[in-house]
T-cell receptor
Framework: NAGVTQTPKFQVLKTGQSMTLQCAQD?????MSWYRQDPGMGLRLIHY???????DQGEVPNGYNVSRSTTEDFPLRLLSAAPSQTSVYFC????????????FGQGTRLTVV | TQLLEQSPQFLSIQEGENLTVYCNSS?????LQWYRQEPGEGPVLLVT?????EVKKLKRLTFQFGDARKDSSLHITAAQPGDTGLYLC????????????FGTGTRLKVLA
């Protein structure tokens, strides 16, 4: 039972590089979200999706893009990495409307130098 | 913008002691959740409260949702080293249950 799978677990980027963080879930969940976690700030919502083809911005969307071409996958793209994007990134999924429990991946620790 | 403030930010206690963690906001939430996160892992749901004044118990953990649905508390009785972790509250935004706002977190360490 895989649940929510994130890859890679660790990544180091140089300023200006681009990359995609992968997120896949095998629970047929409608809702998927990306969060970043920084010390003393809890988790902040970057982007979310309520179904294939539908995405929207969260609290801190600048510098990130998402797409949802399938129910299973929700990749997060960093267009031009900046040191301020150094963080731990979590992907989460929930079944759908009325569901409350979010299932999280193990996170991706990203360092931008 | 809805915000959730947690207090205290850090807590270090001896095994067997009791503690309370608070989660406060000036906004009303349709529901509120508590998660625990271990190092290197994602948060895991402990409980969801949906009704103002609701109290839920999970073994030695007691969760309460404020009457006005703006705040919540987590009380741990006789803490154990296994309770060590980061505790996060999360509220369902009023714009829809698909958008959860997380609190700032309380890092708990229980010493044996």
């Amino acid at each position: 039972n895989a649940g929510v799978t994130q890859t890679p677990k660790f990544q180091v980027l140089k300023t200006g590089q681009s990359m995609t963080l992968q997120c896949a879930q095998d629970m047929n969940h409608e809702y998927m979200s990306w969060y970043r976690q920084d010390p003393g700030m809890g988790l902040r919502l970057i982007h979310y999706s309520v179904g294939a083809g539908i995405t929207d911005q969260g609290e801190v969307p600048n510098g990130y893009n998402v797409s949802r071409s399938t129910t299973e996958d929700f990749p997060l793209r960093l267009l031009s990495a900046a040191p301020s994007q150094t963080s731990v990134y979590f992907c989460a999924s929930r079944a759908g409307i009325g569901s409350t429990e979010a299932f999280f991946g193990q996170g991706t620790r990203l360092t931008v130098v | 913008t809805q915000l959730l403030e947690q207090s205290p930010q850090f807590l270090s206690i001896q095994e067997g002691e009791n503690l309370t963690v608070y989660c406060n906001s000036s906004s009303v939430f349709s529901s509120l959740q508590w998660y625990r996160q271990e190092p290197g892992e994602g948060p895991v749901l402990l409980v969801t409260v949906v009704t103002g004044g609701e109290v839920k118990k999970l073994k030695r953990l007691t969760f309460q949702f404020g009457d006005a649905r703006k705040d919540s508390s987590l009380h741990i009785t006789a803490a154990q080293p296994g309770d060590t972790g980061l505790y996060l509250c999360a509220g369902a935004g009023t714009s829809g249950t698909y958008k959860y706002i997380f609190g700032t977190g309380t890092r708990l360490k229980v010493l044996a």
